[in-house]
T-cell receptor, first 112, second 115 residues
Framework: SQQGEEDPQALSIQEGENATMNCSYKTSINNLQWYRQNSGRGLVHLILIRSNEREKHSGRLRVTLDTSKKSSSLLITASRAADTASYFCATAHSGGYQKVTFGIGTKLQVIP | ETGVTQTPRHLVMGMTNKKSLKCEQHLGHNAMYWYKQSAKKPLELMFVYNFKEQTENNSVPSRFSPECPNSSHLFLHLHTLQPEDSALYLC??????????????FGQGTRLTVV
């Protein structure tokens, strides 16, 4: 069954604005990862946050994790046209072996 | 360049054809994966190999047959596919199991069209 579910499914913003994407999941996780995918290409790993962490930063990216609400958010600050892509959250399930489950993704468009 | 290479990048095949997708990684990773990505659907995990052994088959139809001859190479053999099998097929690898918090490195994918 689908684990991570991103919200919104599509987001369009002006260059320079911040973009926030959310991910909700259903069962306990060991860690949560965010990936980026340019149109028709492979996914690129952005950031990983473990279940005992609440916030993590990487450059212009900020990820938060709220295990009580089973949700995570990805914030991209000062967006650029090159940030246009689809963003996916992926969850590694607690108690599982090695299955990572992806959501449908958020399609972000940054308008120059 | 992620270190994971998939060939071919595009493939068009008839429903009676037999073809194979190839994935190669030189990252020294122990786990390799096949995913299927269809429009407006979540990425679907198909197969997982860990140290060349298949550890997961996610209820994939038998017309898809994986092969992992060594820890650097992964194949997906295709035969008698259906038009609904048209999708982007992504290969990935990771050092260890995702449960341990290792990131996956993805190839660029093979865009498959079944006619």
């Amino acid at each position: 069954s689908q684990q991570g579910e991103e919200d919104p499914q599509a987001l369009s913003i002006q260059e320079g604005e911040n973009a926030t994407m959310n991910c909700s999941y259903k069962t306990s996780i060991n860690n949560l990862q965010w990936y980026r995918q340019n149109s028709g290409r492979g996914l690129v790993h952005l950031i990983l946050i473990r279940s005992n962490e609440r916030e993590k930063h990487s450059g212009r990216l900020r990820v938060t994790l709220d295990t009580s609400k089973k949700s995570s958010s990805l914030l991209i600050t000062a967006s650029r046209a090159a940030d246009t892509a689809s963003y996916f959250c992926a969850t590694a399930h607690s108690g599982g072996y090695q299955k990572v489950t992806f959501g449908i993704g958020t399609k972000l468009q940054v308008i120059p | 360049e992620t270190g994971v290479t998939q060939t071919p990048r595009h493939l068009v095949m008839g429903m009676t054809n037999k073809k194979s997708l190839k994935c190669e990684q030189h990252l020294g990773h122990n786990a390799m994966y096949w995913y299927k990505q269809s429009a407006k659907k979540p990425l679907e995990l198909m197969f997982v190999y860990n140290f060349k052994e298949q550890t997961e088959n996610n209820s994939v139809p038998s017309r898809f047959s994986p092969e992992c001859p060594n820890s650097s190479h992964l194949f997906l053999h295709l035969h008698t596919l259906q038009p609904e099998d048209s999708a982007l097929y992504l290969c990935a690898s990771s050092q260890d199991r995702p449960i341990r918090g290792t990131e996956a490195f993805f190839g660029q994918g093979t865009r498959l069209t079944v006619v």
